[in-house]
């Protein structure tokens, strides 16, 4: 190893931040952050954005440490034999070991009218944008949220509680699929007294959008002045336009020790990752899991040791339903719901006490680089994963 070894992170999200800043344990290591924008987006608040409750945006100085270097720009293109990335305005970055931390955008939609007339909430810009097309819509333009997801959850009961405008949220399917039914009645009841109109079902797709209206599988109309886009996400193509290996949506494929299998020197974390191709659930707690896995993995190789392979737990899937009222949807560790959950304003207290603690766990990172615990059983859940799909290629092969 040299000094000032030059570790490059593209992407200052939950997992590029918590990387950046674990790697800053070694002091022999010039830490370099690029990401597009001057601060830190809080994605999970988003949804509060768009409805004016909250800036979600948060100071780089408040989360990153004083040693990582940022560069606000977008990497173009990675050089994996030059160990270069190209940037859209400033020289190339040299690295001798690379982060890939791209996150997730919103998903290309083949619905009809979708790109042209819907709103995406995956990104800063976009949130903002939705927030000046409601803040210039009539009070009582009629709002459709399409997606039953956590997403579309979230924004359909901020907008309804914190505007006077009347929301239908259009799920395409099962409200809130990931819920246990128990905890599936308790969102219903919660977004009725929100006076959330909520469409389930098959009928209840989003096949057409117009500028003033959506059209459903079953043949409705309904009126809709703002379309809010919430369903799934896509990954950027910087890996795929780099000649890297990917899955199917754009995934940097990788180990299970989230090192690329194109070359040893580019590590991923975070959503746009997928190890052993079978990525785990887009999500912010999964992020604040794999973004210090990722680091731990380039210094053991720094380090000479052999890297750990990923553990990632999922104990709950967390779900505001306006300012003080949330749920709790507490999981096995195989990321499946139980039927306990935790709703009403102690579900919103609970809610809201994460999505601080998370901002709060970028700066413990930051000033204590390597003191967080980050590995927790899953119960072996993801090696079962592993070897049924083995035992499933091995009887196709």
């Not at 070894?5 to 344990?25: F, Q």
């Not at 785990?280 to 999964?286: D, E, F, G, I």
């Not at 300012?323 to 959950?341: L, T, V």
Request: glycine content about 10%; charged content about 20%.
């Amino acid at each position: 190893m040299t000094a000032n070894t030059r570790v490059v992170v593209i992407g200052g999200g939950y997992s590029g931040v918590l990387a950046a800043n674990r790697l800053t344990r070694r002091t022999d290591l010039a830490v370099t952050l690029v990401n597009p924008r001057p601060a830190f987006v809080d994605r999970i608040r988003l949804h509060q954005l768009a409805a004016d409750t909250h800036g979600a945006v948060v100071d780089y100085a408040d989360v990153l440490a004083p040693a990582v270097g940022l560069v606000v720009d977008t990497a173009t293109r990675i050089d994996a034999a030059a160990r270069t990335v190209e940037l859209a305005a400033g020289d190339p970055l040299h690295y001798d070991h690379l982060v890939y931390a791209v996150g997730s955008s919103s998903a290309v939609s083949g619905v009809p009218g979708a790109a042209e007339f819907a709103h995406p909430l995956a990104s800063l810009e976009e949130a903002r944008a939705l927030k000046r097309v409601l803040d210039a819509a009539p009070a009582a333009a009629p709002v459709t949220v399409v997606g039953g997801g956590p997403t579309g959850i979230e924004v359909a009961a901020e907008l309804a509680e914190a505007t006077v405008h009347p929301v239908t949220l259009a799920c395409g399917g099962l409200l809130g699929p990931y819920l246990h039914p128990r905890g599936r009645r308790s969102v219903a009841r919660r977004l009725a007294a929100l006076g959330v109109t909520v469409l389930d079902g098959p009928g209840s797709r989003v096949t057409a959008v117009a500028d003033a209206s959506v059209r459903l599988a079953d043949g409705r109309e309904l009126p809709s002045a703002v379309t809010v886009w919430a369903v799934g996400f896509s990954v950027p193509r910087l890996a795929r336009d780099s000649g890297l290996s990917t899955d199917a949506e754009g995934r940097l494929l990788t180990d299970e020790t989230y090192t690329s299998l194109d070359s040893p020197h580019i590590v991923a974390t975070g959503d746009a990752a997928a190890p052993s191709g079978l990525p785990v659930r887009m999500s912010c707690q999964a992020a604040v899991q794999s973004g210090p896995q990722a680091a731990d993995t380039v210094l053991a190789r720094i380090e000479g040791r052999a890297p750990e392979p990923l553990t990632v737990m999922f104990a709950a899937q967390c779900i505001s339903l306006g300012r003080r009222n949330g749920i709790f949807q507490i999981a096995h560790r195989n990321d499946i719901a139980r039927g306990a959950h935790i709703s009403g304003r102690a579900g919103g207290r609970i809610k809201e006490f994460i999505c601080r603690g998370i901002v709060g766990q970028l700066s413990d990172e930051a000033s204590r680089p390597g003191g967080r615990r980050v590995r927790f059983g899953d119960g072996g859940h993801r090696e079962r994963l592993l070897r049924q799909r083995s035992a499933t290629e091995s009887v196709k092969g």
